[in-house]
């Protein structure tokens, strides 16, 4: 039974001069606080970043302020628990990774940090090769929107799933995974008129994971851009150069 590939999405921030769209930023990240942190952790986000998604110091400050901060020691070595500031992490839902797995059937849910460019299916020849022209670099939010809405098919005649494991053809690693259909129509509000559908949250919640793994993609790419410019009109001045130094031998 192969592994499906995902369909190829419109991200805002791909091809040479994409950047972030932050509206989409912050839906998506209403999604991963209000659906997916119940188990994912993301431990190498402070929540300061969110700055970068256009919330004022103040907005990040209150909303750092829900979270509660296990501290310490304090002076008479003691743990001690306080509201979240700007320079903490996304906390974990599980104190462990035996626990996290524990309470999913054994499968703990992977760490979000990092997960837009830790995942992604293999595109194969020749695809990989136009990739490297086009600059294709969205296998991981591609991949991720296909697992979120790739769990309506059935599974094939005749395919076993295992217990506690539910049917979903994008997964790559393997037929079922142990994470159940996290979303559903209408099940967080945007109160920009953005429709409720699985589909939109989970483009949403994938842009968001994008920027959590390359918050600098914007920079990156500007860089970039600047970085060829330089190297073509370098490369042209290199060659009026050799042509004026080799121009008196015969
Ligand atoms: C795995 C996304 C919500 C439990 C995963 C993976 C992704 C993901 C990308 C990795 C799949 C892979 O290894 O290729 C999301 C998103 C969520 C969400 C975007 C929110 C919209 C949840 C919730 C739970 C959960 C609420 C718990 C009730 C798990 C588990 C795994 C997993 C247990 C490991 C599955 C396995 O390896 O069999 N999720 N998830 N997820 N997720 Fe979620």
């Not at 429709?195 to 989970?202: A, L, N, R």
């Not at 914007?218 to 600047?226: A, I, L």
């Given at each position: 039974f192969p592994i499906h590939k995902p369909q190829q999405m419109d991200w805002s921030f791909a091809g040479p001069f994409g950047t972030y769209d932050k509206a989409q930023l912050q839906r998506g990240l209403k999604v991963y606080t209000e659906v997916c942190a119940a188990c994912h952790s993301m431990d190498l986000v402070a929540f300061r970043t969110l700055e970068d998604l256009g919330y004022s110091e103040e907005q990040?400050?209150?909303f750092a302020a829900e979270y509660t901060i296990e501290d310490g020691p304090n002076d008479d070595g003691d743990m001690f628990e306080r509201p979240g500031l700007p320079s903490d992490y996304f906390t974990s839902p599980y104190p462990n990774l035996q626990a996290a797995a524990a309470s999913n059937n054994g499968a703990a849910p992977p760490d979000?940090?990092?997960?837009a460019?830790?995942?992604?299916?293999e595109?194969?020849?020749?695809?990989?090769?136009?990739d490297i022209f086009t600059q294709y670099a969205e296998n991981g939010p591609d991949y991720i929107h296909a697992?979120?809405?790739?769990?309506d098919e059935e599974p094939p005649a005749g395919m076993d799933i295992p217990e506690a494991t539910y049917y979903?053809?994008?997964?790559?690693g393997g037929k079922s995974l142990a994470m159940a259909p996290p979303l559903s129509d209408e099940q967080v509000t945007y109160e920009d008129g953005t429709?409720?559908?699985?589909?939109?949250?989970?483009r949403d919640v994938s842009a968001f994971l994008m920027w959590a793994a390359e918050p600098h993609l914007?920079?990156?790419?500007?860089?970039?851009?600047?970085?060829?410019?330089f190297l073509i009109l370098f490369a042209g001045l290199m060659y009026a150069t050799k042509r004026r130094v080799w121009s008196k031998i015969p």
């Open positions: 990040v400050k209150a979000f940090s990092l997960i460019k830790a995942r992604g299916v595109r194969g020849f020749p695809t990989f090769v136009f697992l979120l809405t790739g769990y979903n053809p994008y997964f790559i429709p409720e559908t699985v589909d939109q949250y989970s914007e920079d990156r790419k500007k860089t970039g851009f600047r970085v060829m410019v």
